[in-house]
């Protein structure tokens, strides 16, 4: 049984080893003289205005919670699409009623007006 973890130990290693060479590597390749400019923040070309310390509206966090949630949905259709003919017709329909339930979600969400961008 442990011999079936060599592979992973070896890999283990081989990263351990590698990484701090990759980053040594491009320590001594790169070019070290920083300056005022090259320090300053950066966005889009255009100095920053206003603190980074902003509040951001409630609609953001919904948006990020709901790609989560669409995301999570993805991850589930995969494993189900793989094994699609294995589970039968009882899998389509539990998947049916898995994509309802997100649906009627998402179409809650669509009518309380989270994904408008006013």
């Known amino acids: 049984m442990p011999q079936n973890y060599i592979p992973i ?3 283990i290693a081989v990263v351990g080893i590698l990484i701090p060479i990759t980053l ?15 320090l300053s923040p ?7 205005i206003g603190a980074s310390r902003g509040r951001y509206t409630v609609r953001y966090y919904i948006v990020a919670i709901l790609f989560v949630v669409f995301d999570v949905e993805t991850i589930f259709l995969f494993p189900w699409a ?5 589970l039968g017709m009882f899998g389509l329909i ?9 649906v ?3 179409v809650w969400v669509w ?3 989270a994904l408008d961008w006013v």
């Open 94 to 102: 539990e998947m049916l009623i898995f994509l309802a339930i997100l």
């Open 9 to 11: 130990f070896i890999f």
């Open 24 to 38: 040594l590597a491009a320590k001594l390749v790169r070019p070290d003289n920083p300056n005022r400019a090259k």
């Open 104 to 106: 009627v979600g998402y």
């Open 111 to 113: 009518q309380k007006g």
């Open 82 to 86: 793989v094994k699609f003919k294995a």
């Open 42 to 48: 950066y966005e889009c070309g255009v100095d920053p």
